[in-house]
């Protein structure tokens, strides 16, 4: 165990993987929690790839939100649950922290590091980072969630087949809120996408 408190399983598949337990680690009252963004380092890293990612309820007035993800990594195949509720969240995007929590415990669940560590988006309590209130702190923060607009931004002619297809994952969550609330922005996004996911299969074709 390390003075992280991290246990020796994890350290040793982050030594493989070559991450730094005390970058990537942050100790909330003696449970060891991993950062998102090494979640999916480690998930490159192993080339584990999401197979599925579904709404199994959605209750956006109630911000109840749960969803499934099935991942796979070479001959193996998991499946995990992200639940996403009042009770357990405290920011105003439940569709994209339950797809997070849904993603992270499968990549931890194929790197063998379930059990041992967190992810960051199952803990309540702030990070060391967001430990100091202050308005310009929490713009930024806020600013770093998927919104519709972004993923407009992102679509371009330029992506791969592979990479428009990991967008559409990336943000289904906000796609689903917008499908509701904002019917518009909804169609603009859906149809952009389209025409692009269309000229890659007509290229394929040719």
Known sequence: MSKLNIPDEAIKVFKELG??????VWDCHGTPVVLHKYIEVIGAKLNVSIDALDIVEANAKDGIVS????ASMKDRQVISYGECSPKNNKNAYPYAMAEKRAVDRCILK????????YSENEIDDAKPSQKVSSKPTEKKIISEEPTVEKFMTELTDKLKLSELTALKVKYRGVMEIAKQEDKELFKEAA????????????????
Request: hydrophobic fraction near 40%; charged fraction near 20%; charge should be positive.
């Open 191 to 206: 149809l952009k996408y389209q025409l692009l996911e269309s000229n890659h299969t007509r290229t394929l074709q040719q």
């Open 19 to 24: 991450i730094t337990s005390k970058d990537a």
């Open 67 to 70: 969803m499934k993800c099935v």
């Open 110 to 117: 194929l790197a063998n590091l379930h059990g041992f560590v």
